[in-house]
């Protein structure tokens, strides 16, 4: 079990811990993962954010994906804060799916209150995901605001579907400790920093080394 995670939650602290759970390719880790995960630590009053490096997302192309060590190294060298650990948990849970994934984490973490973390473009795709619906039975989740994502997010099917379940912005901050479904949106300072744009600017700046 040690091998799983660097750093484990603390069996003798009185209070269970409060993690949350922020997966993704992190093709690669950017400022923009940091920003939510502050956020995250300071809205939901966090112990800790994991950031869950997935082996290979189902839902995107194998195309383009780089190796998981580099991915994992790149989540690594951009945290910078102690209360962020970097991980490829999945890989030794042996888990594709984030409801799978979720499921284990609860079950070997029992003491742990888990909140999932997600950008709004992630509440307008989520209705894709495998088993989207035992997501929202399985732990708390926390969506927080993505350039041009927020009004479709907010209209997407898994947010009316879930509608009565959504916390006011007043009991937000204890999240961690609501039983699910709970779910709140946070309207916060838009990040537009995204792996993709990052990606391409890499191909560009490449094709410009080549070409000179």
Request: proline share 7%; net charge positive.
């Amino acid at each position: 079990m040690k091998r799983l995670l660097a750093v484990s939650p603390s069996l003798g602290s009185r209070r269970p811990r409060r993690v949350g759970l922020l997966g993704g390719s992190f093709n690669p880790a950017h400022g923009g993962h940091l920003h939510i995960s502050r956020l995250a630590l300071q809205r939901l009053n966090l112990d800790e954010i994991w950031w869950l490096v997935s082996p290979q997302n189902p839902l995107k192309p194998v195309r383009g994906m780089a190796p998981f060590a580099e991915r994992l190294a790149s989540a690594v060298a951009t945290i910078g804060d102690p209360r962020i650990k970097a991980t490829g948990i999945e890989t030794k849970l042996g888990t594709r799916y984030t409801a799978d994934t979720i499921d284990e984490l609860r079950r070997r973490f029992p003491r742990t209150r888990f909140v999932w973390i997600m950008g709004a473009d992630n509440l307008v795709q989520i209705r894709r995901w495998e088993r989207w619906r035992d997501i929202f039975r399985a732990v708390p989740i926390a969506i927080f605001a993505r350039p041009s994502y927020c009004l479709m997010g907010l209209s997407a099917l898994a947010a009316r579907r879930f509608a009565r379940f959504r916390v006011p912005s007043g009991r937000a901050r204890d999240l961690a400790d609501l039983t699910p479904p709970a779910w709140a949106f946070f309207p916060s300072r838009l990040d537009a920093r995204s792996a993709t744009q990052i990606r391409s600017r890499r191909a560009v700046g490449v094709a410009t080394t080549a070409g000179t």
